[in-house]
C-alpha cells in the first residue's frame, strides 16, 4: 500500500491484523530456547508469538487511517498516491482490481515498452492478485491467541537482560 502497488483490497474491515515485528519474535524464540534449556526435560510449553488484542489494529486503519503516516513520511519510490479501497464480496472485488491495477498497469506497461524498458506491471498485479486470493482465508477470519506464555517471558529475564 505505501508504495501504491495494491490499491484494492479483499478483506473485512472490522477485522483485527494480528501481526508483531519479527525482532520480538525471534527475541522470544532465544527466551524460549534458553529456558528451556534451563529447565531440562519436561512438560512441553506452547509459546504463541502473537499480538494481543488490545495491541492491533484492524484493515480499516490500515487501508484508510495509516494514510496520514505516508504523507508524514513519504517513501522515494512511489509508484501511485497512497490510497486504496476494499471490496465486501469477490464480484466487486474482481472489478476494483481489474479498474484500479490491471487497467493502469497495462498502460504503464506499454509506456516502459515505448521506452524500451521491460514491462513488469502487469505481471507484478497477477502475483498481487494470488498472494490476496492464497491469503483470504486469513484475512477472513480474525486470530486471537492466548499469549500468557509469550507475555512471561520476560519475567524470567534478569533486568539487565530485558
Known amino acids: 500500500m505505501g508504495t501504491g502497488l495494491m490499491r484494492t483490497g ?13 525482532d520480538v519474535s525471534i527475541k522470544a524464540m532465544i527466551i524460549a ?10 512438560q512441553l510449553t ?24 505516508y504523507y508524514r513520511h513519504p517513501m522515494t519510490q512511489v509508484l501511485w498516491a497512497p490510497g486504496g479501497t476494499h471490496a465486501p464480496c469477490k464480484y466487486v472485488y474482481y472489478l ?44 477472513d477470519n480474525e486470530w486471537v491467541f492466548k499469549t500468557d506464555n509469550f507475555r512471561n517471558l520476560a519475567h524470567d529475564l534478569l533486568e539487565s537482560d530485558r
Open 33 to 42: 530456547a534458553w529456558k528451556k534449556a534451563n529447565e531440562g526435560p519436561g
Open 46 to 69: 506452547v509459546i504463541n508469538s502473537a499480538a494481543e488484542v488490545h495491541k492491533t489494529a484492524d484493515y480499516n486503519f490500515l487501508i484508510y487511517d495509516a494514510r496520514y503516516v
Open 96 to 139: 476494483l482490481f481489474f479498474l484500479y491495477q490491471v487497467i493502469p498497469s497495462m498502460f504503464l506497461d506499454l509506456a516502459l515498452k515505448a521506452r524500451g524498458k521491460k514491462p513488469f506491471l502487469l505481471k507484478l498485479q497477477r502475483k498481487v492478485f494470488d498472494a490476496q486470493m492464497s491469503l483470504k482465508y486469513f484475512t
Open 10 to 22: 479483499y478483506v473485512n474491515l472490522n477485522n483485527r491484523i494480528n501481526c508483531i515485528p519479527a
